[in-house]
C-alpha cells in the first residue's frame, strides 16, 4: 500500500477519534445541563409548595380555632337553656372586628321560604331567583368575612406566624414529592434581610448554590419573609450523571492514545527499515574495497602468468593482512553493536590517565594522517586530575571514532583544524573535541546518536560508515557514567564534549 494512503487512512481514524470525544464530552455538558435545570425546577416546585402549604395550614389552624370557639358558644347556650332563634350574640360580639351571623337562627328560612311561595302563589321561576340573589349577597358577605379573617391572621409578628417544625417538615414532604431527596439546609429571614431562624445541623457548604423562596406572598411587604435552601451534595448529585459517560470517554481516549503509539512505532520503524537498508549499503560498500583487494590478491597469487619475485610475494602478504584486518575490524564493530542491544559488552574498566592516552593518540595515529590531509590538530590537555576509570581499549575507540570523523567530514575548501581540549570542572574530567569541518544541521543533531542513523551529505556513499559509531560512542560513555553533548553549525564546525566522574587524587 502505498505511503499516502496509509497517511490518509490514518488522518482519516484520528480526526474520527477526535470528533467522537468531542461529541461525547458535548453531549455529557448538555446532559449535565439538563440535569442541573431539571434539579433547579423540581426544587423550586418543592418550594412553592411548601410555602404554599405553609399558608394553608396557617389558615386551616386559625379557622379550626374559630370554630373551636363557637363550639363552645353552642354549648354555652344548651347550659343556660336559650332557644335555638334567638338573636342573641354568642360570645364576643365582633370576631377579629367582623360581626358574627347567628346562623342557628337563619335554618328555618328555607322552610319559610316554600311556605311563603305557597301562600304568596309566586312562579318557580320567581322564586329560583330570589334564592340565586340571596346566595350571591350572601357570598359576598362570607367573602368579607373570610378576607377579614386572613388579614386578621397575619396581623401577628412574622416570627410568631412561622412553626419551624412545620416548615422543615413541609420542605422534606414538598421536596421527595418533586424527586429531590438530598440533605439540605434552611435558614428563615425577614424581609429585611434579618434571619430569624436556621435549621440545627446547618453548615455554609453548597451555600452559594442556595434556593429562595417568599413566605406570605400575599401579605404586605413587611409581612414577608424568605426561607433560603442549599444543597451541600447538589454539584455532586448534578455532575454524577457526567460520570455515566466517563467510562465511555476514558475508553475511547485509551484507543486514540494506543491507535497514535501504533502510528508512532509503524513511522518508526518505517525510519529503522529506512536506516537499516542505508546500513546494509554502506556494508556492502564497506565490504567490497577489501574482498576485492583480496580477491585481486589471490588471482594474483593462482596467476602462473604472473612472475612471482620475493618483494611481490612481499607486498601481496601486505595488502592480504591488510585487508583482512580491515575487514575483520568491521565484522566487530557490528557484533559489539549487537552485544551493546542485549547489554553483553564485557567491560574492563581500570585506572587510567585520560591525558597522556589521548595523547599517545593524536601522536601515534592521527597527527600523520591529518597531516597529509593538509590539516593540523591542536592538543590543549590541561586538566590537573586526568585519572579516570575506564576501559582503556573502548576508551582508545572512543577517541580514535570522533577524531575519524572530524576527519571524514571534513570541508574540502579550507584546511582541517583539530583542537583538542581538556580540563576539570570539580570532581569531572572534561574533553571536548572541535573541528572545522561540514558541520550538523540542527534537524540531524537530535539523531546523530541513533544506531545505523547516517547525516547524508549529498552522495550518499561518499563518507564510509555504518552508522554505528557514536552510537557506540554514547553507550561507552553512557556505560562509564559519563555524558556526552554535541554542538554544531553547518559550514562552521563541530565541536563533541565529553564529561567523566574522576578518580580521587
Known amino acids: 500500500m502505498k505511503r499516502w494512503v496509509l497517511w490518509m487512512i490514518s488522518l482519516g481514524i484520528g480526526i474520527s477519534f477526535v470528533v467522537l470525544l468531542l461529541l461525547q464530552s458535548q453531549y455529557t455538558g448538555m446532559m449535565v445541563k439538563m440535569r442541573k435545570e431539571q434539579f433547579d425546577e423540581s426544587v423550586k416546585r418543592g418550594l412553592d409548595q411548601a410555602s404554599h402549604d405553609l399558608e394553608r395550614i396557617e389558615t386551616f389552624n386559625y379557622l379550626e380555632g374559630i370554630v373551636s370557639n363557637y363550639v363552645e358558644d353552642l354549648t354555652q347556650v344548651d347550659s343556660e337553656n336559650e332557644k335555638p332563634h334567638s338573636r342573641k350574640v354568642l360570645g364576643n360580639p365582633t370576631l377579629m372586628g367582623v360581626q358574627r351571623f347567628d346562623t342557628i337562627s337563619m335554618m328555618p328560612r328555607l322552610s319559610l321560604g316554600m311556605n311563603q311561595r305557597a301562600t304568596m302563589g309566586i312562579s318557580t321561576q320567581q322564586f329560583q331567583m330570589a334564592v340565586r340573589n340571596a346566595y350571591l349577597y350572601q357570598k359576598n358577605i362570607l367573602d368579607e368575612v373570610v378576607y377579614s379573617i386572613l388579614y386578621s391572621a397575619s396581623e401577628n409578628s412574622f416570627e410568631e406566624r412561622i412553626n419551624t417544625k412545620v416548615l422543615d417538615a413541609s420542605l422534606r414532604m414538598a421536596l421527595e414529592q418533586n424527586g429531590v431527596t438530598l440533605p439540605f439546609h434552611f435558614k428563615i429571614l425577614t424581609s429585611d434581610g434579618r434571619e430569624v431562624y436556621r435549621c440545627s445541623d446547618y ?164 597527527a600523520l594522517k591529518i597531516e597529509r590531509q593538509g590539516g593540523t590538530i591542536e592538543a590543549d590537555l590541561e586538566a590537573d586530575n586526568p585519572n579516570i576509570y575506564f576501559d582503556e581499549l573502548h576508551f582508545t575507540n572512543v577517541i580514535s571514532t570522533l577524531l575519524d570523523n572530524a576527519v571524514k567530514y571534513r570541508r574540502e575548501d579550507v584546511p582541517l583544524k583539530l583542537k583538542v581540549r581538556t580540563h576539570n570542572q570539580g570532581d569531572k574530567y572534561c574533553l571536548s573535541i572541535q573541528d572545522n569541518g561540514i558541520g550538523i544541521k540542527k534537524e540531524d543533531l537530535k539523531r546523530i546518536f541513533e544506531k545505523f542513523y547516517r547525516v547524508h551529505t549529498g552522495n550518499k556513499h561518499n563518507v564510509k560508515g555504518f552508522g554505528l559509531g557514536l552510537a557506540y560512542v554514547k553507550n561507552m560513555i553512557r556505560q562509564h557514567k559519563g555524558s556526552i553533548k554535541v554542538e554544531s553549525e553547518p559550514n562552521q564546525g563541530t565541536t563533541f564534549m565529553i564529561t567523566l566522574p574522576t578518580l580521587k587524587a
Do not use: C, W
Open 203 to 366: 453548615e455554609e457548604k453548597g451555600s452559594q448554590y442556595a434556593y429562595t423562596q417568599t413566605l406570605f406572598r400575599n401579605d404586605p411587604s413587611n409581612k414577608m419573609g424568605v426561607v433560603r435552601v442549599h444543597f451541600p451534595d447538589r454539584n455532586k448529585y448534578v455532575l454524577g450523571i457526567g460520570r455515566l459517560m466517563m467510562p465511555a470517554m476514558i475508553f475511547t481516549l485509551i484507543l486514540f492514545v494506543m491507535f497514535m503509539f501504533i502510528i508512532y512505532l509503524f513511522v518508526r520503524q518505517r525510519k529503522i527499515n529506512e536506516m537499516k537498508n542505508d546500513f546494509v549499503n554502506n556494508m556492502t560498500h564497506e565490504f567490497k574495497t577489501p574482498i576485492a583487494s583480496l580477491s585481486l590478491a589471490a588471482q594474483m597469487l593462482a596467476d602462473e602468468s604472473v612472475k612471482k619475485t620475493p618483494a611481490m610475494y612481499d607486498n601481496l602478504g601486505k595488502v592480504i593482512d591488510t585487508e583482512t584486518k580491515r575487514l575483520r575490524y568491521q565484522v566487530e564493530k557490528v557484533l559489539q553493536m549487537s552485544l551493546y542491544d542485549h547489554d553483553n559488552i564485557a567491560l574492563k574498566p581500570v585506572e587510567l590517565n585520560a591525558d597522556d592516552l589521548i595523547e599517545n593518540i593524536i601522536g601515534t595515529s592521527f
